[in-house]
């Protein structure tokens, strides 16, 4: 095993040059500190040159000096791991310690920069999709993605809403994308439903209410109420207040549970007439089956004209006459009267060139 160099046996070998090794670790700058490790004839050569610390052999620059002192995983395996001497034990293990250190400080900066140099990429990235107009073909078929993946229906782009929002977002152009995050603004579903949904809501219900309660004193208005189902199967009675500007919504009631007769049909309509006040009430319009609803509503405010809803009497007149029934009896304000179905049906079965296949404006 070859000795390692001590600084007596270095004044006899080595060429009077700075003696890097009695020099502080911290004040060694680039390579002088891998070069302090051995004996001064190996300065600044890639010839053999002998391990200070350990007296070990081997060829190359700094590179397999940090080899040797175990802080590089580099190809050249074949260079022993030093193993030094008590007497320069102690000055090993400072080198071995800053050697560490600046491996890590310089994985750091790399990993800086390769971290600036990704957020350089996706600014030049977000950069190059801002500036770049996809073509119509390209955005008609990004909806088609949308309509397909969702299962929506196929007359949804027909939808009047959906090409206003289209086309304000055309509008908006590079106004409406994120550059951080290269998307568009478009809030996601829990943002517009606690949200934008809510606030849209207020300010078209102001809108509505502004309209139609602005013509009540005027006008009057008509609460049309009808009964449906949810789609958790719960039955719905709702009720609407319209006026000649329009209709506005006022309640939807859950029935579940309640015997849905006369008297509680009646004490609903009732309610919402009180909340909006009797004198700007002139009529109430139901289905056919709240008939018996009607007499206990004009009992209390006579005034008011109850009348079942024209669409469900011509729907219903409809489905008899195309019946099998042969008598069909109607009624009217003028009396009751019976028809004969098949007359009816002969009637409505005749050539589309006859006057009472023309269209003509209707008052119901």
Not at 22 to 34: A, R
Request: a neutral charge; aromatic letters at 8%.
């Amino acid at each position: 095993m070859e000795l390692a160099c001590t600084p007596d046996s270095m004044e006899t070998v080595c060429s009077p040059c700075e003696d890097l090794s009695v020099v502080p670790v911290k004040q060694l700058k680039g390579t002088k500190l891998e070069w302090s490790t051995v004996c001064k004839e190996g300065y600044n050569c890639r010839g053999a040159k002998q391990c200070l610390f350990f007296g070990y052999s081997y060829d190359g620059g700094p590179d397999r000096t940090r080899v040797h002192m175990g802080q590089s995983s580099g190809p050249n395996k074949h260079i022993k791991r030093c193993q030094p001497s008590p007497f320069w034990k102690k000055r090993h293990s400072e080198v071995v310690a800053e050697l560490k250190f600046r491996l890590q400080e310089e994985q750091k900066k790399l990993q800086e920069k390769a971290s600036k140099d990704a957020a350089v990429k996706s600014v030049a990235d977000v950069t190059s999709a801002l500036h770049m107009r996809p073509s119509p073909e390209l955005v008609t078929e990004a909806w088609a993605k949308v309509i397909g993946a969702k299962g929506l229906p196929i007359d949804f782009v027909d939808d009047p809403f959906v090409r206003e929002a289209i086309f304000m977002t055309a509008r908006a152009g590079k106004g409406y994308i994120d550059a951080s995050t290269n998307s568009c603004m478009l809030p996601h579903k829990t943002c517009m439903t606690k949200k934008i949904l809510p606030a849209l809501d207020s300010k078209l219900t102001a809108e509505v209410e502004a309209k139609i309660l602005g013509l009540l004193a005027e006008t009057g208005a008509m609460i049309i109420s009808d009964g449906w189902t949810s789609v958790q199967a719960r039955p719905i009675v709702n009720a609407l207040l319209t006026t000649p500007a329009g209709a506005m919504f006022l309640e939807a009631l859950d029935t579940s549970g309640n015997t849905k007769d006369a008297a509680f049909i009646a004490d609903f309509i009732i309610k919402i007439i009180e909340t909006r006040g009797p004198e700007s009430i002139v009529a109430v319009c139901m289905d056919g089956a709240c008939t018996g609803s009607f007499p206990l509503i004009t009992e209390k405010y006579p005034h008011i004209f109850c009348f079942i809803c024209p669409a469900h009497a011509l729907d219903n007149f409809l489905k008899n006459v195309f019946s099998d029934k042969e008598k069909i009896k109607m009624k009217s304000i003028v009396g009751e009267f019976d028809w004969d179905s098949k007359h009816l049906s002969y009637h409505f079965r005749r050539p589309p060139n006859l006057d009472c296949w023309r269209p003509t404006t209707t008052i119901l």
